[in-house]
């Protein structure tokens, strides 16, 4: 493993197209939306499609759905407990280091250990872990319409005559958006868990195929769509400008300023600052 010495920003710019990129479940699973009418997806979903696609490359990963567990385990204790170093272990920032070294998505993103021992909650385990890996609320470019969709199935789920109620139900989806998400790479924390410039390599291409084998009934397979990946490597462990200077440093307007956009070729990516000294790789390469 190489040392991460480098300082890393990236911003991701993906589409959606008649799919919901992220139910709110307090309003019933419509698409997430912010007062002002511009689409979310929260940083907790994004963080899950990247161990999705982590897990996908063949990575241990502690954090797994339901849906994708590949080791048995159906709980995030009974999967540490399985660790024989990790059971046995009494100090703290040695339990950190072993779980750092087991799992990506921990050394990454942190984790933090809290399990009972026993029916005494207060006898138990407490261990939080800082990841290096850090990633922002995305937000859409443009105001949101979220469209409602009445669907009926042609069963019951129950014996029973007539129509069911359970027939009946909804669909939310946005037709068009275009989302940008922020993030960074932090070596001194990267330094304390053992991340390396090959877990940045990986954390890359799973931001690169990021909506691979992620198709739902509310996701439909080329419905979400990564259209470009911005990759900033500092000269330096502390690095060379402000991550949120970095992140301002791509604009993304509308190609007509007077025309709604309803599809990626309507809106321009620009490079505003240069930011000399760090280098910028865009994917995928033109």
């Known amino acids: 493993m190489t040392e991460f010495q480098n300082k890393i920003d990236f911003k991701l710019v993906f589409a959606v197209h008649n799919a919901n990129p992220n139910g709110d479940p307090l309003n019933g699973n419509r698409p997430r939306q912010n007062f002002a009418g511009y689409g979310e ?4 979903a994004i963080k899950r499609k990247i161990r999705n696609r982590l ?18 385990f159906d709980s995030l204790k009974a999967r540490a407990e399985s660790v024989p170093e990790l059971k046995d272990s009494k100090d703290a ?32 385990v407490s261990i939080p872990v800082r990841g290096p890996v850090s990633v922002q609320i995305a937000e859409s470019v443009n105001p949101i319409t979220i469209n409602d969709m009445q669907i009926t199935k042609s069963v019951n789920s129950e014996p029973g005559g007539g129509r069911g109620s359970d027939t009946m139900g909804m669909k939310h989806y946005v037709d068009f958006g275009y989302y940008v998400v922020n993030g960074s790479i932090n070596t001194q924390l990267a330094e304390k868990t053992g991340f390396s410039a090959e877990d940045a390599e990986q954390i890359k291409q799973a931001l690169l195929t990021l909506f691979e084998n992620d198709a739902s009934s509310a996701r439909p397979e080329g419905s979400m769509e990564v259209v470009k990946l911005y990759w900033w490597t500092h000269p330096s462990k502390l690095g060379k400008y402000p991550s949120a200077r970095v992140h301002r ?4 307007t509308p190609v007509e300023a007077n025309v709604i956009p309803h599809q990626v070729a309507d809106y321009k990516l620009s490079v505003v600052d240069q930011l000399p000294g760090v280098d910028l790789k865009i994917y995928p390469e033109a």
């Open 249 to 252: 440093s791509v604009q993304v």
């Open 41 to 44: 997806v929260s940083d907790v």
């Open 93 to 124: 920032d040695d339990y950190a280091r072993i779980a750092c070294q087991t799992w990506l998505d921990v050394r990454s993103f942190g984790q933090v250990f809290a399990f009972k021992k026993g029916k005494d909650s207060s006898n138990g």
């Open 55 to 72: 897990q996908d490359m063949g990575n241990a990963i502690f954090v797994q759905s339901n849906d994708r567990k590949n080791d048995g």
